[in-house]
C-alpha cells in the first residue's frame, strides 16, 4: 500500500510554469512505475507522462511533449512534472499515480491506461489564464 500526495498546483499565466511534486509513503516506491493524469472538467482523465523505476526511461502524451518533463527522486520518495510554457488547455486537476504492474517498458501504450495503476493520489489543482 502506498498513498501520494501531490502539491504544487495553482494559477498560472499562459506561457508560465509550474512544478509539480508527489510525495509518496512507503519504503518500496523504487519498486512503482509513476505517472501523472489529469482530467479537465466535462473531460475523461488523459495521461499526461509515465516514467520507469529507475528513472532511466520516460515517455509523455503528444499534447505535452516538449513542455513536460517527468522526473524522480527515489531517495525522497517524490516524482516530479515540470510544466513549461502552459496553455489555457493544460487546465485541469493533475494526479499522481502508481503502478506494480506491467513489465516496466514506459514507452508501451499499457502505461497510458488508467487501468494500469493501482494507486492514486487526490489531484492538485492546475489553471492556466489566458
Known amino acids: 500500500q502506498v498513498q501520494l500526495v501531490e502539491s504544487g498546483g495553482g494559477l498560472v499565466q499562459a506561457g508560465g510554469s509550474l512544478r509539480l511534486s508527489c510525495a509518496a509513503s512507503g519504503r518500496t516506491f523504487s519498486r512503482y512505475v509513476m505517472g501523472w493524469f489529469r482530467q479537465a472538467p466535462g473531460k475523461e482523465r488523459e495521461f499526461v507522462a509515465v516514467i520507469n523505476r529507475s528513472a532511466g526511461s520516460t515517455s509523455t502524451a503528444d499534447s505535452v511533449k516538449g513542455r513536460f518533463t517527468i522526473s524522480r527522486d527515489n531517495t525522497k520518495n517524490t516524482v516530479y512534472l515540470q510544466m513549461n510554457s502552459l496553455k489555457p488547455e493544460d487546465t485541469a486537476v493533475y494526479y499522481c499515480?502508481?503502478?506494480?504492474?506491467?513489465?516496466?517498458?514506459?514507452?508501451?501504450?499499457?502505461?497510458?491506461?488508467?487501468?494500469?495503476?493501482?494507486?492514486w493520489g487526490q489531484g492538485t489543482q492546475v489553471t492556466v489564464s489566458s
Open positions: 499515480t502508481a503502478s506494480t504492474r506491467g513489465n516496466g517498458r514506459v514507452g508501451d501504450y499499457y502505461y497510458t491506461y488508467r487501468s494500469s495503476y493501482d494507486y
